[in-house]
């Protein structure tokens, strides 16, 4: 606003900002995945991610602030949760990712940040919507991911809504006992209903599902669990992302051997499933979700 006096200008932005995230730290890990903390007006806290890899970078952004569904190897919902972000929290990170990030452009976003997407419906909706547009941030549905750990009813919702966008359900179990060991929310929609909603999304959109699956050593990782996974999968337009869970030592998680890794896969692709092994990314910025937010309110 050059018509305004520098004077004028300095003061303004010394004392004033658009928006209500204030960046209060930051990490980058040797892979050139930066994790980023905001602090909220309301005292609370949110981390946004932004991930480069050779042809795309992804931003990884939150919808709540803490999280309800307490799974157990997730360490956002270790200090419960606290509330929804507003579609204007939501879109500030995507915007802080585009501009203040090292990445030059963004190409992807994905919602698999602090807090189930799906439980903030309309706010995610109408960020969704804005992100797509071409007045906005011009990114095509198709390279928008929603991240749901099983909430039926906003999957059965969102079939409706006429969008492309990508789903991607965490299951990371095949059988109800050691889902609901690990997700408390598979007591409420057990594996039947929300396979069920998942077989109906699939129909009504005729889009393909991503299962995420972190492999968790000593719980969810062996061959028989490889084996009952291919079962309820059989038939359904899908593939699955195998995710080595992240060390994180608060809660006592690490990863399987590699050797269990890939024959964990190898049974998969056996029996007709499509998968991918995630690479591991800022293992050494603590970047998986909710990390950095619980060292900070540790230490406050
Ligand atoms: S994995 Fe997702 S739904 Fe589960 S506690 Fe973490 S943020 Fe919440």
């Known amino acids: 606003m050059s018509d305004l006096s520098s004077g004028l200008r300095l003061k303004l932005k010394e004392n004033f900002s658009f928006g209500s ?36 970078a992804t931003g990884c952004i939150s919808t709540q602030v803490g999280c309800k569904f307490a799974c157990s190897f997730c360490a956002s919902g270790l200090h419960g949760f606290k509330r929804n972000l507003s579609a204007a929290e939501i879109l500030e990170q995507a915007l802080f990712l585009k501009d203040g990030s090292r990445v030059r452009k963004l190409t992807h976003l994905v919602f698999m940040g602090t807090g189930e997407p799906l439980d903030n419906y309309d706010n995610l909706l109408k960020s969704i919507r804005i992100i797509n547009s071409k007045e906005a941030f011009n990114i095509g549905a198709r390279r928008i991911t929603i991240s749901t750990c099983g909430i039926t009813p906003g999957i059965k919702r969102l079939s409706g809504e006429g969008l492309q966008i990508e789903l991607s359900v965490s299951l990371h179990a095949s059988d109800d006992r050691t889902r609901s060991r690990i997700m408390p929310i598979n007591k409420r929609y057990p594996l039947e209903s929300l396979l069920t909603a998942c077989r109906e999304y699939i129909k009504k959109t005729d889009r393909q599902i991503t299962f995420e699956y972190v492999l968790i050593q000593g719980l969810n990782s062996d061959l028989q ?16 992302n195998l995710i080595p869970a992240n060390f994180v030592a608060e809660l006592g998680i690490e990863p399987p051997g590699k050797l269990e890794i890939l024959m964990f896969r190898d049974c998969l692709l056996k029996a007709g499933i499509g998968v991918t092994l995630r690479k591991p990314r800022g293992q050494d910025i603590e970047a998986s979700c909710g990390q950095l937010r619980l060292k900070h309110e540790n230490r406050i």
């Not at 890990?29 to 795309?56: C, H, M, Q, W, Y």
Request: glycine share 6%; net charge positive.
């Open 21 to 56: 995230l204030r960046l209060i730290n930051k990490r980058l890990s040797a892979d050139g995945t930066e994790k980023f903390l905001f602090a909220l007006t309301d005292k609370g806290s949110v981390e946004a991610v932004s991930i480069p890899t050779e042809n795309r």
């Open 225 to 240: 669990s490889s084996r009952e996974l291919s079962k309820i999968l059989k038939g359904l337009n899908c593939k699955v």
